[in-house]
């Protein structure tokens, strides 16, 4: 596995997650009543919160890799 990897997939989950709450917040300019304030309680609410979590835990896991890596040195 190669950092370059996971944080590539962590920047384009950052990256879409900031751009589902962009557009999100355009649509409430339209569409504001119950229904959307409840469908961003329960689902985009949970879901951006899921997201910080799982960056969270990818910036984790990258530092171990490095750190793995700086432990074992070259391979060749």
């Known amino acids: 596995m ?5 944080t590539a997939g962590a920047g384009k989950l950052q990256h879409d997650i900031k ?3 962009a557009h999100w917040d355009r649509s409430r300019e339209e569409w504001d ?3 959307s304030r409840d469908f961003e309680a ?3 609410a949970p879901l951006e919160q899921a997201v910080a979590q799982a960056l969270h ?3 984790e ?3 171990f890799v490095l750190q793995m890596i700086k432990d074992l040195g070259p391979t060749e």
């Open 2 to 6: 190669r950092p370059s990897n996971i």
């Open 19 to 21: 751009a589902l709450r």
């Open 61 to 63: 896991l990258n530092q």
């Open 33 to 35: 009543d119950p229904v």
């Open 42 to 44: 329960r689902q985009l």
């Open 57 to 59: 835990g990818i910036d």
